[in-house]
C-alpha cells in the first residue's frame, strides 16, 4: 500500500484508527450476542425461575434468605432440566413441527421462487412494474400477514373468499357440497396452512435473488448451448439450475434458518393449536419462559434449537460443497 | 451487474406465442395472489361488521357499501393509541437504523481496508467477518431469558432505549456484511490520495468514502429500518405498556373485543403502508444490497 511509506504519524494514526473503525460492532456483539449466550448456557444448568428458584423458595419457607444454594447466590446446579428434555412429549412434538415448517417451507419456497425468477428474467411488457408487485408481501408485518391468512383460511364460505371459491369450485367438480377444508381446526391442515402464509410472504426473497443470479449469467452461455441444439428445458436444467447452485445454496440455507425462528404467524394464527400440533420451537420456549417464568427449563430447550440450527447449517454447507464440486467435476 | 435479462428466449420475437402466453398467465396468476389479499384488506376496513361475517362480499357499492367508520375510529376515538404505538415503532425503527448504519458502516471500512489479526484466536478478517455474520442466523430464542434478566436489571424494559439496543443488535451483523462488501468495490486510490493531501483516516472516511457508498448506506437503511419495524417476538418481551409497537399492537387486537377483521384490516394497512411506499421509492436499492455478496458466491 502507498500508505506504507508515509510519516511516522500516520502509521500510528492508522494503529489506532483500525481499532476505533471495527470496535463498536465487536463490542456491542460481545456484550449483547456473546454475553447472553454463555450466560443462558449457565442459566440452562441452574433451577431459576421468576421470583427466585425451587430451592430458595423452600428455604424462605423455611425462614433461611441467605447462603443458600451454589455458593450463596440463591439457586442449585442442576443437569435436570437436561434430563426432562428427553421425556417432555410437547417439546418432541414442537420439534418435530419446526422440522417440517422448515423443510416444506424451504421446499416450496425455492421451487416457486426458482419459477417466478425464471419467468421474471424473460423480457416481456410491464416487468419492472411485476417485479415490484412481486416484491410487496416481505414489506408486510409478519403479524399483518398472518391475521390476513386467517382471514383467507377461515373455512366458513360466508366469511372467507377462498373457501368460498373452494366450495364453489367442488361443486363445478360435481361435489354435492364443494370442498370445504377444516384449516385451522385439523392438526393435519394447520401446519399447511401456516407453510402457506410463510411461503406467501417470503417467496418474494427467494424469487429476488436467484432472478439477481440469473440476470449475472452472462448470455455467451446460453448462446453457445442454443448453437450446440439445446432446446429451452435442456438449457434451463443443464445451463441455469447448475450455474445458480450456489446462490440457491444460499438462498435455502438464509430461509431454512429463518424459518427455525417462526413464532409470530403461529401465535396470531393458532396460538400453537389445535393441542401443540402446530406449536414451534421458539413459541414453546417463549411460554416457557414469560408465561411459566422457568428461565432453566426454557433456556435448556433454546439450546436444544441452537444445537439443531448449527447441525442444519454444518450438514447443509458440506453436502453444497460436495454438490457444487461435483457440478464442476461433471464440467457443467 | 447485467440485466440484459434475455434469459431462455434470445429476442422476444423468437419467442413462440404459447411461451408468451404461458408467460403471462403465469404472471397475471401470480400477481393476484400477491394483490388480492391486499384488495381483501382494503375492502375489509370499510365493511360493516355485518358485510364482514355474512358474506363473501367483493366489489364494494356492488357488494355491499363501504364506510369511512373504522378509518374514522382510528383515528378519532382511539386516536391517541394508534399514533402513540405508531410513533414508538418510528422512533425504535429510526433508532437502531441510524445506529446500525453509523456502525456497520464503520466496521465494514475497517474490515475491507486494515488487516486485523486476533492472535488468540488465530483470527483473520475474513474469519471476524464470518463470526459477525454468523451472529445473524442465532436464533433469536436463545436470548429471551438472558434478556428478560439484563433488561430488568437495567430497568430498560418498555423504553425506546431497550428496544433500539435490541433492534441494533441484531442489526449490526448484516449492516457490517453488506457494507464491507460495498467497501471492497470501492476503488482506494481516492481516499489514498486524499491522505497525501493531509486528510486523516477519519476525515477521508466521512468526506471521501461515505459519499461513494450512498447506495450501500441505503440499502443497509431499508433492511435495518423493515426488519426493526417489522419485528414481533422482542417487541413483545420488551415492552408492556408505552413501548408497545406496531406488531405488538396488531397481534394484541386477537382478544381485547373478539376479532374486529374491519379493525384489524385498517390497522394492518397503517403499518404496513410506509414500509410499501418506502420499498417502492428504493426497491433498486433492495435489489442491490441484497445481492452484493450474493452474486459473487
Redesign the interface.
Known sequence: ???AS?SMS?VR??RI??R???S???I??LA??I???L??LG?SFTDMQRGGSTIARQAASQGITEGVGFLGMGFELTGRNYQRLLVDGRLHSTVRNTMFYVFLGVAIQYVIGL??A???????RG?NI???????????????AA??GR??FDSN?????LA?FLRDFGKLLGLERGISVPWFTDTGWAPIAIIIIDA?QWIP?MT??LL?????I??DI??AA?VDGAN?LQ??WRV?VPILL??SL??IL?RG?EI??I??VV??TTGGGPGSATES??LY??EQ??SNGN?GY??A???V??VL?IIF?TIFLALGRRWIRGSVERGE | ????????????SR?PLWG?AL??A??VF??F??????Y??VT?SVKRPID?????N?IPYVDFQPIPDHWEEMFGTQRESTERHFRNSLVSAIGSTILSVV??A??G???SR?R?YWGRLGWDNDN?AFW?IS?R??????????????YNFFSLIDTYGGLI??Y??FN??FA?WIMRDFFNGLP?DLE?SA??DGA???GA?IRIVLPLSAPGLVAVAIFSF?FA??E??FAL?LTNFNAIT???L??G??NTRGIE?WF?SAL?LM??VP??IM??LL?RF??RG??AG??K?
Not at chain 2, 137 to 150: C, E, R, S
Open positions: 500500500m502507498a500508505i508515509g500516520t494514526e492508522d484508527m483500525k476505533v473503525f471495527l463498536p460492532a465487536v456491542i456483539l449483547l450476542s454475553f447472553p449466550l450466560w443462558s442459566i419459477g417466478l425464471t419467468v421474471l428474467n424473460q423480457p416481456f416487468r411485476v417485479r415490484v408487485i412481486f416484491l410487496m408481501p416481505m414489506m408486510m408485518t409478519p403479524v399483518a391475521y390476513t382471514m383467507f364460505p360466508l366469511r372467507s373468499p368460498d406467501w426473497f429476488l435473488i439477481a443470479g440469473m440476470q449475472a452472462p448470455d446460453y448462446e442454443r429451452i438449457i434451463f441455469t450456489p446462490i444460499t438462498v438464509i434458518l427455525f425462528k413464532i409470530d401465535v396470531v420451537l421458539t420456549i417463549f419462559a414469560l428461565y426454557a433456556s430447550i433454546a439450546y434449537l441452537l440450527v447449517a | 451487474m447485467r440485466t440484459t435479462g434475455k434469459g431462455l428466449f434470445r429476442r422476444r419467442r408468451s408467460l403471462y403465469i404472471v401470480w400477481c395472489i400477491v394483490l388480492f389479499p391486499f381483501w384488506l375489509t364482514v361475517s355474512r358474506g363473501p367483493y456502525i456497520g464503520m466496521a471500512y475497517g474490515l486494515f486485523y471476524i459477525i451472529q442466523f442465532l436464533p433469536p430464542a436463545i436470548f429471551i431469558v438472558p434478556f428478560v434478566l439484563l439496543i435490541a441494533t443488535m449490526i451483523p457490517v482506494v489514498e491522505r497525501v486523516t483516516r477519519w472516511f423493515i419495524w417489522n414481533y417476538l418481551m406496531m406488531p405488538v396488531i397481534a387486537q386477537n377483521w384489524i394492518t403499518a404496513v414500509v410499501i420499498g417502492l426497491e433492495i435489489t441484497l445481492t450474493a452474486v458466491g
